[in-house]
């Protein structure tokens, strides 16, 4: 099955500067790779995601880029800000067609702190 | 709000107890998903509902029992659980046609003693 490793585990940054999340995968099948922002209390929440006929998606100071052929796809906020601090999660899936469920592999998560 | 609610909150029951969580949706959704949050692990898939069939059971403890009444309410039912249960049970939805995205709840944080 699928198995997606995410680094790094904890990420501690200043205000104003970029923070970087990597994830791998192993199932070069997989098609779609979804970020989740978790704050503390909350369920995760979608803040960005990208299909693998892209090579890079971009939301304001949130940006995904995808390398296929190394299997590898990253998460990169600009600018940040006290309110990005939360847990980070990448995932991946194969999808199915046809009304069929999809089964996301979620990495182990990022704890990032952004410091005022 | 995702427009996915689950109740209670918060729950702590003891080893021989018989509890239920409950999940629903106000998406229009027809896929339904619980998970399972423990610390330092990734969230683990437990069951996947579509169209109120089960059509997912990750290798799940029979102390863990699913039921999906509609496509807009889950439940899980709890018995004979284990401290190690103890988690965050997370219940998410998704519309399977043509989005992947599967919006979470806020969660059950269940405590085993």
């Known amino acids: 099955g699928e198995n997606v490793e995410q680094h790094p585990s904890t990420l501690s940054v200043q205000e104003g500067d970029s923070a970087v999340i990597k994830c791998t995968y192993s199932?070069?099948?997989?098609?779609?790779f979804p970020w989740y922002k978790q704050e503390l209390g909350k369920g995760p929440q979608l803040i960005i995601d990208?299909?693998?006929?892209?090579g890079e998606k971009k939301d304001q100071r949130i940006a995904v880029t995808l390398n296929k052929t190394a299997k590898h796809f990253s998460l990169h906020i600009t600018e940040t800000q006290p309110e990005d601090s939360a847990v980070y999660f990448c995932a991946a899936s194969t999808g199915n067609s046809g009304g069929s469920n999809y089964k996301l592999t979620f990495g182990k998560g990022t704890l990032l702190t952004v410091n005022p | 709000e995702t427009g996915v609610t689950q109740t209670p909150r918060h729950l702590v029951m003891g080893m021989t107890n018989k509890k239920s969580l409950k999940c629903e949706q106000h998406l229009g959704h027809n896929a339904m998903y619980w998970y399972k949050q423990s610390a330092k692990k990734p969230l683990e898939l437990m069951f996947v509902y579509n169209f109120k069939e089960q059509t997912e059971n990750n290798s799940v403890p029979s102390r863990f029992s699913p039921e999906c009444p509609n496509s807009s309410h889950l439940f899980l039912h709890l018995h004979t659980l284990q401290p190690e249960d103890s988690a965050l049970y997370l219940c998410?939805?998704?519309?399977?046609?043509?989005?992947?995205?599967?919006?979470f709840g806020p969660g059950t944080r269940l405590t085993v003693t």
């Open positions: 199932d070069s099948a997989s098609n779609y």
């Open positions: 998410a939805s998704s519309h399977p046609g043509d989005s992947y995205e599967q919006y």
């Open positions: 990208i299909r693998s006929n892209v």
